[in-house]
C-alpha cells in the first residue's frame, strides 16, 4: 500500500489524474490516497471526479479530513467555465459537521469560488467569517478580501479588512495596499485615500504609479 501511495502521490504532483484514478483501486484505502486524488482532480479541473471521490471516502469508510476538504474546494474554485461556489459553500458546512476547524487553504478556495462565480453576497460572507473565526489568514486571505470589497463597492469594508489583517501581522504588499486606494478612489475619499498612501511607506513599501493614480483619482472625485 506504501508503494500506492507514494505512486498515487507521485501522479498528484504531476497532475496526472486519470493515472492517480487508476492506481487507487489497488492501494488501501486511507485518508491519505482518497486526498492525493481528490488533489490529483483539483489539479485536472475534474471537480465532479473530486467531489464523487469526497463521497467514495465515507462508503468506504473512510473520514474526510482537512486536506480532501481543501482539495475539493479547490477543485470546485478551478472548475470550468463557471466556479462550483454552491458545492465549495456546501463543503465548508461538511467541514463544520464533521467538526473539522476550518483551514485557511479551504476558506480561501471558497472565496475563490464565489468570487469567480460573480456570488459577491456569499463571497464577502465567507470573508466575514473567516475574520470572526479563529482560522489563520494569509497575504492570499488578505487581497482576496481587498479586491473582494472594491469589485462588490464597500470601499470602507476593504479598508477595514486592511486595517485588521494588518493588526493580525498579515504581510502586507503594494497590491493589496493599491487596491484599498482605489477602492477609496472609486468613492472620491480622498482624506482615506491620502492615509493610505502614507501607511503605504510606514508599512515599509515603495509607492508605484498606480498608488499615486489612485491617490489623485480621489482627490479629483472629492473635488
Not at 117 to 141: C, F, Q, Y
Request: proline share 2%; charged share 15%; net charge positive.
Amino acid at each position: 500500500n506504501i508503494t500506492c501511495s507514494a505512486a498515487i502521490t507521485a501522479c498528484e504532483k504531476a497532475e496526472r489524474w486519470q493515472s492517480a484514478m487508476a492506481l487507487l483501486g489497488f492501494a488501501t484505502a486511507d485518508t491519505v490516497t482518497f486526498s492525493a486524488c481528490i488533489s490529483a482532480c483539483e489539479k485536472g479541473c475534474e471537480w465532479s471526479r473530486a467531489l464523487q471521490l469526497l463521497t467514495a471516502m465515507s462508503g468506504a469508510g473512510v473520514l474526510p479530513n482537512q486536506v480532501s476538504c481543501n482539495a475539493a474546494m479547490a477543485a470546485c474554485a478551478s472548475a470550468q467555465p463557471t466556479a462550483r461556489w454552491h458545492q465549495a459553500l456546501a463543503l465548508l458546512r461538511t467541514m463544520n459537521s464533521l467538526r473539522l476547524p476550518p483551514h485557511t487553504q479551504g476558506c480561501n478556495a471558497a472565496f475563490s469560488a464565489c468570487d469567480k462565480a460573480g456570488a459577491w453576497p456569499a463571497a464577502l460572507a465567507v470573508l466575514r467569517s473567516m475574520l470572526s473565526s479563529k482560522v489563520e489568514k494569509d497575504s492570499v486571505t488578505l487581497d482576496m478580501g481587498i479586491f473582494g470589497f472594491k469589485k462588490a463597492g464597500a470601499w470602507t469594508s476593504a479598508v477595514a479588512w486592511l486595517r485588521k489583517m494588518r493588526a493580525g501581522l498579515v504581510q502586507l504588499g503594494i497590491r493589496s495596499m493599491n487596491a484599498a486606494l482605489w477602492a477609496g478612489a472609486s468613492r472620491g475619499c480622498w482624506s482615506v485615500a491620502l492615509t493610505l498612501l502614507q501607511k503605504v511607506a510606514t508599512a515599509g513599501l515603495q509607492a508605484d504609479v498606480a498608488s499615486y493614480h489612485a491617490a489623485l483619482s480621489s482627490c479629483c472625485k472629492g473635488g
